[in-house]
C-alpha cells in the first residue's frame, strides 16, 4: 500500500533508549502514586526495603527498622517468599489485612545472569476505581460463600431429638432408654430395625443427645450412591483424581463429619471392596483421599443402619464378618410397628399434628373404628408408611374427624392384617381386553403394591423389584402411579 509507505517515509527517527527510560519513569510514578505500599526483598525474603505507608499499615511506625526481618514478621501473610523461591511473579493477587483487600503484585528481580537475587512487590489501593467491579463481585462471592457455610451447618446439625420417638410400649421404651445409653458413649452404634422403623431419627437423636451434639452430624446413605463413586464420596479426593468431567478436589464425608457423627445408612449394602477400606478406616482412625498420598487423621463416632439382616449377610458371605463385629459394639434393635400396637394412638396424633402444622389444614382426629382398622393392618413400610396413609386420608376426607371409611378407601387389603395374603385386588374389576392392556394392569398393580410396602420410597421399591431405579421411574410416569416419597422431607 503506496500511502503507508509514504507515511512511515516521513516519520521522524525516535530516541528509543530515551522513550524506554521514559516509560519506565511514568510506570514508576503512576505506581507510586496508586500504591498502597512497596515492598523489596532479598534472595532470602528479608526485607530491604519498604515504604513508609506500607509499614505502619502492619503496625512498624519506623520503616527502617524493619530492614533485614524476614518478611513474614512484617507481613505475616505475605507471599514474597514465594517469588523468591520460584522466580516466578504473582500478578493481581489479593491479600486481605484487617478486613481491607488489597490488590498485589508481586515481581522477581533477576541479575544479569537471570538470577533471582530478590523480589518487589506493590499493594494497590483498595479504593482503585478500575478494581471496583471486581471488588463488588468478590465481596458478593465471600458473602454467598458465608451463607452456603452457614446453611451447611444448619444441615449438619441434627433434626431429631429422643423426644421425636414416640411411643411408650415396652418394645419402644426399651429403644429410648438402649439409645441414651448409646448417646453417653462413644462407641459405635449398629441400628437395625425394618424399613420405616426410624432408625434416621434415631440416628439423629442419639447425636444430638451426645457431648458431639455440636459438631456436625453427616448421614451417608451407602445404597444411593454408584459403586464407583463411593470410595471417592467416602473418603475424599485429591483434584484430577477422577478421569472425565469431574477433575475437583472433593471432601470425603468422615472428613466433614470430623469431631462429630457419620451415619452409615444402608451398611448392608455396602460392596465387598468398600467394606475391606472401611474396616481399615475404623481400625486406623485415618482416612487416605483418592488420589492423594496424605492420610488425614479423623475423629468420628460412627452410627451404621441397615434393614437387613445383617447376620444373615455375614452368613451367607455378603458381609465381612471381621466388619461386622467391629460395627456391632452397640446394637439396637428398632421393633416393626406390628410389635408396638399399643403405640398406634400416640403415633397417629403426633403424625396427625405434623401434617396439620406442615398443611396448615385443621387437625383431625380418628375415630376409634378407623384406629382399630389402622391397628389391624400390615404395615411393611411401618411408619413411614402409617404416615403415608395419614397424609391421603387428610387430603381426603372432608370433616375434621377421619373414618373407619375415609381409612378403609386407603388402605390396601386391611384384612391381611389376620395373617392371610392379599386377596386379587382387582377381582371385580373387568377383564382388560388386550394383552398389552392387561400386561399394563398388572405392572401398575405391582408397582403400586411395592410403593405401599416401602412407604413410597422408589429405591427400595426399585430393589424389590430387581429393577434400576430409572426404569422403574419412568414406569410410574408412564402408568400414571403418584409415588408418595416423603423421604426428602424432614418432619
Ligand atoms: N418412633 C417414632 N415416632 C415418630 N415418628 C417416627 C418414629 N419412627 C419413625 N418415625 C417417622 O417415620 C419415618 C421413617 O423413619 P426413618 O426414616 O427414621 O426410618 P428408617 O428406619 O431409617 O427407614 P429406612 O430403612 O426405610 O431408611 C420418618 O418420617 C420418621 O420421622
Ligand atoms: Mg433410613
Not at 424399613?195 to 451434639?213: Q, V
Request: hydrophobic letters at 45%; aromatic letters at 6%.
Amino acid at each position: 500500500m503506496p500511502a503507508l509507505f509514504a507515511m512511515s517515509d516521513v516519520t521522524p527517527q525516535l530516541d528509543y533508549a530515551q522513550l524506554r527510560a521514559r516509560a519506565m519513569e511514568s510506570l514508576f510514578g503512576a505506581f507510586d502514586s496508586l500504591c498502597e505500599g512497596t515492598v523489596v526483598v532479598d534472595r532470602d525474603a528479608r526485607v530491604v526495603w519498604i515504604n513508609e505507608r506500607y509499614a505502619a499499615r502492619f503496625g512498624v511506625a519506623d520503616a527502617k527498622r524493619a530492614i533485614g526481618k524476614a518478611i513474614e514478621e512484617i507481613i505475616p501473610t505475605s507471599l514474597m517468599r514465594e517469588v523468591v523461591r520460584t522466580g516466578k511473579p504473582l500478578l493481581l493477587d489479593i491479600l486481605d489485612v484487617d478486613g481491607e483487600s488489597f490488590v498485589v503484585t508481586r515481581i522477581p528481580l533477576k541479575d544479569e545472569r537471570g538470577e533471582t537475587i530478590g523480589a518487589i512487590g506493590f499493594a494497590l489501593f483498595d479504593k482503585l476505581q478500575p478494581l471496583q467491579p471486581f471488588y463488588a463481585r468478590l465481596h458478593r462471592l465471600q458473602h454467598q460463600l458465608a451463607q452456603t457455610r452457614q446453611h451447611l451447618a444448619a444441615e449438619r446439625r441434627a433434626k431429631y431429638t429422643f423426644s421425636n420417638y414416640i411411643g411408650n410400649s415396652p418394645a419402644a421404651a426399651q429403644v429410648k432408654q438402649q439409645a441414651r445409653r448409646a448417646a453417653r458413649l462413644e462407641a459405635t452404634v449398629l441400628l437395625l430395625g425394618e424399613t420405616g422403623t426410624g432408625k434416621e431419627l434415631l440416628a439423629h437423636a442419639i447425636h444430638a443427645a451426645s457431648t458431639r451434639a455440636g459438631r456436625p452430624f453427616v448421614g451417608f446413605n451407602v445404597a444411593a450412591i454408584p459403586e464407583t463413586l463411593l470410595e471417592a464420596e467416602c473418603f475424599g479426593a485429591a483434584p484430577g483424581a477422577y478421569t472425565g468431567a469431574d477433575r475437583k478436589a472433593r471432601v470425603g464425608k468422615f472428613e466433614l463429619a470430623d469431631g462429630g457423627t457419620l451415619f452409615l445408612d444402608e451398611i448392608g449394602d455396602m460392596p465387598p471392596a468398600m467394606q475391606a477400606k472401611l474396616l481399615r478406616v475404623l481400625q486406623e482412625s485415618e482416612v487416605e483421599p483418592l488420589g492423594s498420598n496424605k492420610v488425614v487423621k479423623i475423629d468420628v463416632r460412627i452410627i451404621a443402619a441397615t434393614s437387613r439382616d445383617l447376620r444373615a449377610e455375614v452368613a451367607a458371605g455378603r458381609f465381612r464378618a471381621d466388619l461386622y463385629y467391629r460395627l456391632n459394639v452397640l446394637a439396637i434393635n428398632l421393633p416393626p410397628l406390628r410389635e408396638r400396637i399399643e403405640d398406634f394412638g400416640p403415633l397417629c396424633d403426633h403424625i396427625l399434628e405434623q401434617i396439620a402444622a406442615r398443611t396448615r389444614l385443621t387437625l383431625r382426629e380418628l375415630d376409634a373404628e378407623a384406629l382399630a382398622l389402622l391397628k389391624r393392618c400390615r404395615w411393611p413400610g411401618n411408619i413411614r408408611e402409617l404416615r403415608n396413609v395419614l397424609e391421603q386420608a387428610c387430603m381426603l376426607a372432608d370433616g375434621p374427624r377421619l373414618t373407619e371409611a375415609d381409612i378403609r378407601g386407603i388402605v390396601i387389603a386391611p384384612e391381611i392384617a389376620a395373617g392371610a395374603e392379599a386377596p386379587p385386588a382387582a377381582a371385580d374389576r373387568p377383564e382388560p381386553a388386550t394383552y398389552d392392556a392387561a400386561l399394563a394392569e398388572f405392572e401398575r398393580e405391582l408397582i403400586a403394591r411395592t410403593l405401599q410396602a416401602t412407604g413410597g420410597k422408589v429405591t427400595a421399591a426399585a430393589k424389590r423389584l430387581g429393577l434400576g431405579r430409572a426404569t422403574l421411574y419412568k414406569k410410574i410416569a408412564a402408568l400414571g402411579i403418584v409415588p408418595r416419597d416423603r423421604d426428602a422431607s424432614p418432619t
